[in-house]
Each structure stands twice: as structure tokens, then as C-alpha cells.
């Protein structure tokens, strides 16, 4: 509560020295000819994202504007005159809009329709531009899946929400729901587990060009002051690496601005049905340092998430309260033309008083358990940024990036009928990086990219447990040195089709140990655990054009991950490495949002061999196996209407099919459909010797051969309206409903619960005038119960029914200013 508090008043403290900051004036030079060219001078003049809702309007003659201007005032004096207006939608934020024709009273705004990507408004309109191609590819001439959100296209307040609003956004994107800090995201279906262990994640996080883990779960960033966010679908290995299975998502923070004075600040409280209150807080600041040659920008903020459990069984409310709070601050450089520096920190402590888990067989949101199961995340990010820019369209980029994260759990272990239990676990990842590429930028998407990595990641493990004294438990220590040359060019085959090869070869050095455990089992993993791997992953995609809208695109791709050592039964094994390859078909039509109809469609089959997988042991405690090979075919399809102006509907869905294809002799056992239920004793027993699981009488078993945490079917459906009215105030309502389908929690007879198959919902609006505005919002309109996450503790599971639900129905008012 303490930091939380210092959170606030640091927050305070920036908000009240920026007020008497007005926006600064700059010089501004924007040539005559069409709107379109001079919105892209004056953002990158003024450092500002300049979108233009209508194509027309890009093409429209405006004269010369030189002077000395705020953005405001540059924009009043180039639209005067024409039939053009312009809105604020965010921090460094505009929008042209035609301006309505009177005598109507409104002006209508149009606002660009997200499909599998937004117009980067830096560029000029009909240009997306997909960073995560690590050179400046437009999306019509990628060959692949991605999709592109800027932060006006989340709903209002979702800064404070976290990677949670992207999986609400975006339906191929899932995750586990263990609490923020420990949760695991699936992209695409790839999904392994539902547990946090040695395993490398399946999804690479990246915030700008530095990556943000390894084998940790998702750190859950909060979202301030966030410019775009990328979600490639994988596997992504030939550019990205080991871990990207399932694909990448990669977070763009908003750049100092040289030369310029900015701020920002929000304020924003909730109200919970059945639960406790909840804020939000934030500031921004953005300094110039050295006239326009280096700035410094920086973030800081507060979060209480209110508590909606009860523990009947200690006699209080609102149990899992969760207090996160953090900043990032960021240095930019420009010591000589086309040379950019950017250094910059980043750091989030989340801290919750317990999980939020509920026992499905009590009443609503009311669990029994004699412990607080308490869990935290400490996360820091050091980073250090080169670019080199020629006017020839050939770039460097030198990144290197150091990561050290702390994760404390705690777990009810108390036996039926036995004195209460506490497991504790603690995770220590250390995390350095570095990649250096040079590429080149032609026309259409032409170029290619060439590149250097190493990486080295440090996990440790350590484990205890008792009723009063605690024990300590066998631990593991797993180390991972990679060193990587990569490579990717993309060549025109005709004027309408090109042609994108690549591969990767990656040599990696993997060492683990064993803590706390015999000595003689010590020296038995050493001899088993030092190995060395090489592994290639080719790339060969294809992308035609075959209309001005319209791009059909194959790929085929492949990924992996490294192996290591874990504990099973309180024994040491070793895992081998696994890999994947998926071959992509798909269509693109639009994709500059500003067509009346825009459409992505793409269908993937997926080749997994080896599946590494966090599991629990016949003693409820967490392990790693290799448990066979899968398959999964996929759907993704995204669809945006625009039936009038500055109104947009849009929906999407994703259906999967997967399958454990071939499971391994050794996880045989895991596999519930080869187990035999006795419902008269509570017993589940397998082939394997000694093997029990007791289980509740009314326990639910997915008898299935899908892979865990893979829904058959997630959808979304949304609208959104944005318009201008009389006296220059902006309006923007929203809303949406998202269904998340029904998927088991994992493999096995104890973890094949069934989850998901819920309907979320949420409604918004926001009304401002220059830099300053209210929002309201209303999430899980129906206050829905739910079921997103069939697990709290993995040693109370076999006897007693654990589901995770929903927040109940949540009021949030706020308000924001910027200047």
C-alpha cells in the first residue's frame, strides 16, 4: 500500500508541474500539393500520428503552411478553406475527417476500420506498415497473418488492463488465467499447458526491438502510452527465434518526441458488483534535454484491481485484491543525421493478496481455503537502442536488452481432512540479449534483412512446502546459450508477385542442475543435462496481388524450442527440444481502413513434433515431460463493415481443431481417454504402476484428445461510432461482445476439466474537447459468473472443483488530460 501510495503522489506531482506547460510551438514547413503529402511532413515534422479517414481527401490540393505553429494551429491554417476538419483521438494523436455539409448541424468523423491491421498514420494513406517483419514491409505485400491495434482501436481504460485487453480484442489470442504476472499466452491454438515451468513460452513478447522473456510467463505490461501493437500468427522462427511457436507480440511504446514539451494524465475509479472498489492513475512527461537533438520521456503509474472472492472458511471478503504498480523511462538521442540512441528502463511490481480462483461446488464466487495463496511479480527491463538510417533505404539496428524478473507463488496444499499446507515457489529469470541486422528497403515490399543474435536465460526454480516448518523441495536450474545468424529477402517475381525466402541457424548450449536434491542425483544431471543442439528453420512464403484491395498470400514457416531438465516425483528427468511447422493460406482484401467493406481470411495447418508441456505429478507438484506429437488446423477470419459515416462493425472468429496425434509411451498415462473413472470411489488409476489420482464424485472429464487451452471456437463482435459534434467535441461510444468457447484445462485425467464456454461484454464511451475528456465504461454487462480458468491450486484440484471467473459487472468513470 505504501508504494502504491509513493505511485500516486510522484503521479500528483507530475501532472501539477506539466499543467503550466502549454503545447509548444515548432517550426513548420509543408509543401503545397496534395493533403496526403503534407500530413506525412508535418507528423514527422511535429513527431505526431496523422491519420485521414477518407481518400479522397488525401488527394485534395492544399497550399503551403511555414511558420511557427502548435500541431493545432499548423492544421487550422492547412484545412482552412477546404472541405477537411481534423479531431484529437489520443495523446499525439490527430484524424482528418471530412467536415460535414450544411446546414447539418454535426460534423461526422470516419474513423479507420481495424481489420488485420489500422493505417500507421506516419505513413501515407493506404501504407500499414508491419515492424514485426524487422524491415519496413507494407501489410499488402506481407505474406502472412498479423494484425496491428493502436490504443484508440481498445476500449477506453484499457491502458490499465494490461496483455488481458489484446486477448479481448483479438480472438486468437488466449492465455492462462493464474492472476496478472503468471499468465501464459497461446497465439494461433499452439498451446502447451496451462502451468508455469521450465518450458520456453510459445509466444515471443517484444517491447519495441527488445525482447521481454523467455521461459517466464507474460509479465502483463500495462498499456500507458503505447503507440501500436503488432500480434504476428507463427510460428515466427526465421526472424524471431526459438519461442515463437505460436507467433509474436510485439509492443510499440510512444518515442520521446525531441524538441517538444508534453504531458499527460489520467484518473479513474470502479465500482464492482459483490466486490471491492478499484483505481487507476497515470502520468507522462516528455522533456527536451538538448534543444531537438535529445529528449527524455517517462511514465509512471498506479493500479488497484478490487477483490471479488470470499473465503468463507476464514470469514473474509473480498479476498484477491492485486496492487500493480510501475513507470518506464525512456531517452532519445539524435547525435548526427540519420543516427538515433534510445535508452530506456522499464519496471512493474504486481503484488495480490491472494488468488482468485472460486470453488464451482459453493456459491458464487466463495471458495474455503485455510491459507492466503498470495503471489507476486517483480519485472525490470534495461534496453539500449542503435539505429542508422541512409537515405538509400538501408538501415542498422543494434539491440541489446537485459531482463531480470521474480515470481513468488504460494499454493494451497492442505490434504483432505489434513492440517493446513502451504507450497511455495519461486521463479528467477535472468534474461540478455542482443541482435544487430542490417537491411534494405525497396518499393512493394522488396528488400531483405540480415542478422547476428545471442541470447543467454538463467531459470531457477526453487520449491518448499509444510503445514509449520518448511521443507524444501527439489528445484531445478536450467541455462540456455543461443547464438543465431538469420536471414530474409523478399524478391518480385512479377509486377504482381513476389517471392519471400529465409532461414535461421541457431546454435544453442543447454546446462541444468538439480537444487536441493541427493547428491547422488546431483551428479547423475549433471552428466545428463549438458548438451548442445543446432537447429535450421527455413521460410518460403508467396504474395500476389490480384487486385488493387485484394492479396493472396502462402507461407510455410517452422519454430522451436530448446530443451532442459525438470523434477517429477520429486525425481530429475530431462526433456528434449521441440519444433513446429505450419503452412498458411490466405486472402487480404482492403487494409488501408478506409474501404467501405474490408475482409483477412487464413487458414493454417500445424505439424507440432515433441510437445514440451509444465505438468503436475501423481503428488500434485509441477513438472515438465515430452508428451507426444499434435496437429491443429486453424481458421482465422476478420470482417469490418462501415454502413455510415464514422460508424464501424466489425467481427471475428477463430476456430481450431487440435489433436494429441501421437502421445508418448511414458505421458500414456496423462491422456484421460486411456484412464478408467470409477465414480463410486473417487479414483482415476492408469496403465502406468502406481499411478492413482483420487478424484471428486462430480468431476467433469473432457474426454478428449485437444490440446489444452485450445477452444474450438472464440469470437468477437463490435461496433464502434465516432463523431464531432457542434462546439468541437469529440464522442466516441463502443461497445462489444466477445465468446470464448468451451477448452479443458489440460491432459490427464486430473487436469481434463472442462473450462471457457462464456460470453463477456462490454460498453464505453468517451466525450473530450482539445486535451481534455470523461470516459465511462461498463464491462461483463450481465455480471456473468463464467469459467476462465479451471484451476487455482494443482493440489486441491483432485478434490474439489476450482473455476475462475469473471469479474463481475464493473462501473469505471474517469477522466484525462494532456497538454
Given at each position: ?18 499543467a ?7 517550426p ?16 514527422r515534422?511535429?513527431?505526431?500520428s ?5 481518400p ?10 511555414r ?6 494551429q ?9 472541405e ?6 489520443g495523446?499525439d494523436?490527430?484524424r482528418?475527417?471530412?467536415r ?21 498514420a506516419?505513413?501515407?494513406p ?7 517483419s ?11 497473418s498479423?494484425?496491428?491495434l493502436r490504443?484508440d482501436?481498445?476500449p477506453v481504460?484499457?491502458?490499465?488492463v ?17 492472476g ?21 513460452a510459445t ?19 500495462r ?6 501493437i ?22 510499440l ?9 508534453q ?25 527536451p ?5 535529445v ?27 492485486t ?11 539524435e547525435?548526427?543525421?540519420g543516427w ?33 495463496q498470495?503471489f507476486?511479480?517483480d ?35 492442505t ?5 493446513p ?8 529469470i ?5 541482435e ?9 515490399g522488396?528488400g531483405?534483412?540480415?542478422g547476428?543474435?545471442v ?11 509444510g503445514?509449520?516448518?518448511f521443507?524444501?523441495e ?6 540456455v546459450?543461443?547464438?543465431?545468424l ?8 512479377t ?5 519471400t525466402?529465409?532461414g535461421r ?5 543447454l ?43 502462402a507461407r510455410?514457416?517452422e519454430g522451436?524450442r ?7 516425483n ?11 511447422a ?9 487494409g ?6 474490408n ?6 495447418h ?9 505438468l ?13 506429437d ?11 463493415w462501415?454502413?455510415?459515416p464514422g ?21 500414456v ?14 479414483v482415476?488409476?492408469g496403465?502406468?504402476?502406481?499411478v ?6 462430480t468431476?467433469?472429464i ?7 487451452n ?8 463490435g461496433a ?6 457542434a ?10 461482445a ?9 491432459i ?6 472442462s ?10 464511451a ?6 481534455y ?14 469459467n476462465?480458468f ?10 474439489e472443483?476450482q473455476?475462475?471467473?469473471?469479474r463481475?459487472?464493473t462501473?469505471?468513470?474517469?477522466m484525462?488530460?494532456?497538454?
Amino acid at each position: 500500500m505504501r508504494n502504491a501510495e509513493r505511485a500516486l503522489i510522484a503521479i500528483a506531482l507530475v501532472a501539477s508541474a506539466s499543467a503550466a506547460q502549454a503545447e509548444t510551438r515548432r517550426p513548420v514547413d509543408l509543401p503545397a500539393g496534395s493533403l496526403g503529402g503534407a500530413v506525412v511532413a508535418l507528423g514527422r515534422q511535429a513527431g505526431i500520428s496523422i491519420g485521414v479517414s477518407d481518400p479522397r481527401l488525401a488527394s485534395m490540393p492544399v497550399r503551403r503552411v511555414r511558420g511557427q505553429f502548435t500541431v493545432r494551429q499548423a492544421l487550422q491554417k492547412l484545412l482552412d478553406g477546404t472541405e477537411a476538419g481534423f479531431v484529437s483521438i489520443g495523446a499525439d494523436s490527430w484524424r482528418i475527417v471530412r467536415r460535414s455539409p450544411p446546414p447539418q448541424p454535426l460534423r461526422v468523423a470516419q474513423r479507420p476500420m481495424l481489420q488485420p491491421a489500422v493505417m500507421m498514420a506516419e505513413e501515407p494513406p493506404g501504407d500499414i506498415i508491419v515492424t514485426g517483419s524487422k524491415r519496413a514491409t507494407p501489410l499488402s505485400a506481407y505474406p502472412g497473418s498479423v494484425s496491428v491495434l493502436r490504443m484508440d482501436d481498445l476500449p477506453v481504460g484499457a491502458e490499465g488492463v494490461g496483455t488481458e485487453a489484446i486477448a479481448q480484442r483479438l480472438p486468437g489470442v488466449g492465455s492462462t488465467h493464474f492472476g496478472p504476472g503468471r499468465n501464459k499466452l497461446f497465439i494461433r491454438g499452439i498451446a502447451d499447458s496451462s502451468f508455469n515451468g521450465p518450458t520456453q513460452a510459445t509466444v515471443g513478447q517484444y517491447l519495441g526491438e527488445t525482447r521481454l522473456n523467455y521461459n517466464a510467463p507474460d509479465p502483463d505490461l500495462r498499456l500507458y502510452d503505447i503507440a501500436t501493437i503488432e500480434v504476428l500468427q507463427g510460428p515466427q522462427g526465421t526472424l524471431h527465434g526459438a519461442g515463437s511457436l505460436g507467433g509474436v507480440l510485439r509492443i510499440l511504446p510512444v518515442a520521446p518526441r525531441l524538441g517538444e514539451t508534453q504531458a499527460s494524465a489520467a484518473l479513474s475509479a470502479a465500482a464492482t458488483a459483490h466486490g471491492a472498489p478499484s483505481y487507476d492513475a497515470n502520468a507522462m512527461i516528455n522533456l527536451p534535454v538538448a534543444g531537438d537533438h535529445v529528449a527524455v520521456r517517462a511514465v509512471g503509474y498506479a493500479v488497484r484491481d478490487g477483490g471479488y472472492i470470499d473465503d468463507t472458511l476464514r470469514d473474509l471478503k473480498d479476498v484477491n485484491r492485486t496492487d500493480t504498480y510501475g513507470g518506464r523511462i525512456s531517452l532519445r538521442a539524435e547525435p548526427a543525421p540519420g543516427w538515433t540512441i534510445d535508452i530506456g528502463g522499464t519496471y512493474q511490481s504486481i503484488r495480490a493478496r491472494d488468488s482468485q480462483y472460486a470453488n464451482r461446488d459453493l456459491r458464487d464466487l466463495v471458495k474455503e481455503s485455510p491459507v492466503a495463496q498470495a503471489f507476486g511479480n517483480d519485472y525490470a527491463l534495461g534496453q539500449f537502442v542503435v539505429r542508422k538510417q541512409w537515405d538509400s533505404g538501408l538501415s542498422f539496428v543494434s539491440a541489446t536488452g537485459v531482463v531480470r524478473q521474480d515470481i513468488d507463488e504460494t499454493y494451497d496444499a492442505t490434504p483432505e481432512s489434513g492440517p493446513p499446507t502451504l507450497f511455495r515457489q519461486n521463479s528467477r529469470i535472468s534474461l540478455l540479449s542482443n541482435e544487430n541486422r542490417l537491411s534494405y528497403d525497396m518499393d512493394g515490399g522488396l528488400g531483405w534483412v540480415v542478422g547476428t543474435s545471442v541470447v543467454r536465460n538463467d531459470y531457477r526454480l526453487s520449491r518448499s512446502s509444510g503445514a509449520g516448518m518448511f521443507s524444501s523441495e527439489v528445484g531445478v536450474f536450467n541455462r540456455v546459450d543461443e547464438a543465431t545468424l538469420f536471414g530474409e529477402v523478399t524478391l518480385a517475381v512479377t509486377p504482381s508477385l513476389s517471392v519471400t525466402g529465409g532461414g535461421r541457424l541457431t546454435h544453442a548450449r543447454l546446462s541444468g542442475d538439480a537444487l536441493d536434491a541427493p547428491q547422488f542425483e546431483q551428479a547423475d544431471v549433471r552428466m545428463q543435462a549438458k548438451r548442445s543442439e543446432t537447429t535450421i528453420l527455413p521460410s518460403l512464403a508467396f504474395s500476389y496481388r490480384a487486385a488493387p484491395d485484394l492479396t493472396v498470400f502462402a507461407r510455410y514457416q517452422e519454430g522451436f524450442r530448446p530443451g532442459g531438465i525438470a523434477v517429477r516425483n520429486n525425481f530429475v528427468q530431462r526433456y528434449r527440444n521441440d519444433d513446429v511447422a505450419t503452412a498458411e493460406l490466405g486472402l487480404r482484401y482492403g487494409g488501408t481502413g478506409t474501404g467501405d467493406v474490408n475482409l483477412a481470411l487464413s487458414v493454417a495447418h500445424t505439424r507440432w513434433r515433441d510437445i514440451q508441456a509444465d505438468l503436475v505429478d501423481s503428488t500434485g507438484l509441477p513438472s515438465t515431460n515430452n508428451i507426444g506429437d499434435g496437429r491443429i488446423w486453424s481458421v482465422d477470419a476478420t470482417i469490418g463493415w462501415r454502413p455510415l459515416p464514422g460508424l464501424l462493425i466489425e467481427a471475428s472468429g477463430v476456430y481450431a481443431d487440435s489433436k494429441l496425434t501421437d502421445p508418448f509411451t511414458s505421458a500414456v498415462v496423462l491422456r484421460s481417454s486411456l484412464v478408467a473413472y470409477d465414480g463410486g470411489t473417487g479414483v482415476v488409476s492408469g496403465p502406468g504402476p502406481g499411478v492413482i489420482f483420487p478424484l471428486p464424485a462430480t468431476a467433469v472429464i473432457a474426454e478428449s484428445d485437444d490440446l489444452p487451452n485450445v477452444a474450438r471456437f472464440n469470437g468477437r463482435i463490435g461496433a464502434d461510432y465516432t463523431t464531432v459534434l457542434a462546439g468541437g467535441y469529440d464522442l466516441r461510444v463502443s461497445g462489444w461482445a466477445r465468446y470464448v468457447g468451451r477448452s479443458r484445462l489440460g491432459i490427464g485425467p486430473v487436469l481434463g476439466v472442462s473450462q471457457g464456454n462464456y460470453l463477456d461484454t462490454a460498453l464505453s464511451a468517451r466525450i473530450g474537447r482539445g486535451g481534455y475528456g470523461l470516459f465511462l465504461s461498463a464491462t461483463n454487462l450481465f455480471d456473468s459468473i463464467g469459467n476462465r480458468f479451471a484451476l487455482g491450486s494443482p493440489f486441491t484440484l483432485p478434490h474439489e472443483r476450482q473455476i475462475t471467473p469473471l469479474r463481475p459487472r464493473t462501473l469505471r468513470i474517469g477522466m484525462d488530460i494532456r497538454f
